[in-house]
């Protein structure tokens, strides 16, 4: 699904210790009804989070808020990037059925694989938006020096803005693969969960 992305700058000018960047995550749930397929799928297309950029309710979702924080080492006649720090906050949206032990055996193991799913590709987006906080952090720190840390400055705001371009690209690439794949992802994974059960590793 579509991410919604905040881009927060810290601008200073002190030497503040080396830093990895970071994300932090938080899981919220909303509940949906039906004990058969068809109903559970309405549920979820009557009840999942809206996401501005699509104008649709989707299954899952996840907020991103992209925070950084660069420090300047100015020397009186040149300015370099001393430090850069990148962290990114996440919610997390995940659906939660009510009336999973009403319903019958078939309808449950699909919700299984299907929710096991849903949280697997909101939680592939965190690693993408990692990825690409820590690239953002190795591209400031790989600034050049500049004359002043004004100049510099307007750099950081160029670079960052490329990085979260790229983020973008490829949150929407991933959602656009997963989204041809998704019938045969599906099937496999039920196939896998089945196999699971049948060989008394999985209970159903």
């Known amino acids: 699904m579509q991410r919604v992305l905040l881009a927060v700058f810290l601008l200073t000018a ?29 549920q979820l297309q009557t009840q999942g989070p809206m996401l ?6 989707h299954p899952g979702a996840t907020n991103m808020k992209f925070t950084t924080q660069v420090d300047y080492a100015d020397t009186g006649r040149n300015c370099r990037v001393a430090d850069a720090r990148v962290s990114v906050k ?26 096991r799913d849903i949280k697997r590709h909101e939680e592939s987006h965190l ?3 990692k990825n690409h906080a820590r690239l953002l952090e190795d591209t400031l720190e790989g600034l050049s020096w500049q004359r002043s840390c004004d100049v510099l400055a307007k ?18 690439r991933f959602d ?10 599906l099937l496999r994974l ?13 209970a159903q």
Not at 190 to 202: C, D, F, N, P, S
């Open 176 to 185: 656009y693969i997963e989204s041809i794949n998704f019938e045969s992802r």
């Open 52 to 57: 501005d950029s699509t104008g649709q309710r």
């Open 155 to 172: 750099k950081v705001e160029e670079a960052t803005a490329g990085i979260l371009a790229k983020h973008d690209a490829a949150q929407q």
């Open 14 to 42: 002190t030497v503040l210790p080396l830093g990895a960047a970071t994300l932090s995550k938080t899981y919220s749930y909303f509940p949906i009804g039906g004990l058969t397929l068809p109903e559970v799928e309405r």
């Open 190 to 202: 039920l196939r896998y969960r089945l196999e699971q059960i049948e060989a008394g590793r999985l």
């Open 90 to 115: 996440a919610s997390v949206i995940l659906p939660r059925w009510r009336q999973r032990r009403r319903a019958e055996n078939e309808v449950r193991l699909i919700w299984d694989t299907l929710a």
């Open 127 to 129: 690693s993408i938006a």
